[in-house]
């Protein structure tokens, strides 16, 4: 099966502009997990969404990231103003459902640099 | 934050079994183990997962001790493309409002395989 997809694979932009990601997850799996990894450190959860839902945004700063998967399927998570902290790799992640024995399967990340 | 202690490195010589230990003394009981690597500059790879009995699959073994307060992944026959972080994780239920099956990486472990 095709694994999660994500674009671009980079992205450099300067501090205060708006940049987004792309994801489109594994076929069929109802579960979408955003997450960020700062070089150095484990993957840290942005956002999750159950189908077209959002599930848990808690660790996600909401004044000026925003996410959205508007048809269930595919997402986009946006950044708007970045900041120079924001770079890192983004990643997507699909799970068939939320259960803990419905493993996560990742993409490869788009790796932002911001200036 | 992370549940788990794993050593920060390991070594392994090629063709020779890797055990990487983990300890999560906290683990509750409808909480799995999951273990996942990342090989530079790819997304996490899933590995396997459990919840108390010990599992196996083309990649790994996963060992998890009866009071399941600690597990050994094991790479029966290490090579040189199995160098990567390796990250023991363990994995939130669902429930109660506020828990949705998060998967909360830690620092990891560093295993580096040598001819």
């Known amino acids: 099966e095709a694994g999660v997809a994500q674009s671009p694979r980079y992205k450099i932009i300067e501090k205060r502009q708006s940049v987004a990601f792309w994801c489109n997850p594994i076929?069929?799996?109802?579960?979408l997990y955003w997450y960020q990894q700062i070089l150095g450190q484990g993957p840290k959860l942005l956002i999750q969404?159950?189908?077209?839902?959002?599930?848990?945004d808690s660790q996600l700063p909401k004044d000026r990231f925003s996410a959205e998967r508007l048809k269930g399927v595919d997402s986009t998570l946006k950044i708007q103003p970045a900041k120079l902290e924001d770079s890192a790799v983004y990643l997507c992640?699909?799970?068939?459902?939320?259960?803990?024995?419905?493993?996560?399967?990742f993409g490869n990340g788009t790796r932002l640099t911001v200036t | 934050d992370a549940k788990t202690t794993q050593p920060p490195s390991m070594d392994c010589a090629e063709g020779r079994a890797a055990n990487l230990p983990c300890n999560h003394s906290?683990?509750?009981?409808?909480?799995?183990v999951y273990w996942y690597r990342q090989i530079h500059s790819q997304g996490p790879q899933y590995i396997i997962h459990?919840?108390?009995n010990n599992e196996t699959n083309e990649m790994a073994s996963l060992i998890i001790t009866e009071d399941r307060k600690s597990s050994t992944l094991i790479l029966p026959h290490a090579t040189l493309r199995d160098t990567a972080v390796y990250y023991c994780?363990?994995?939130?239920?669902?429930?109660?409002?506020?828990?949705?099956?998060?998967?909360?990486f830690g620092q990891g472990t560093i295993l580096t395989v040598h001819p």
């Open positions: 992640a699909s799970s068939l459902d939320p259960s803990p024995n419905s493993p996560l399967h």
């Open positions: 076929s069929g799996h109802a579960t």
């Open positions: 969404f159950q189908n077209n839902g959002v599930v848990d």
């Open positions: 906290t683990i509750s009981g409808n909480e799995y």
């Open positions: 459990g919840l108390k």
């Open positions: 994780i363990v994995r939130e239920g669902i429930g109660g409002g506020t828990s949705y099956g998060k998967l909360t």
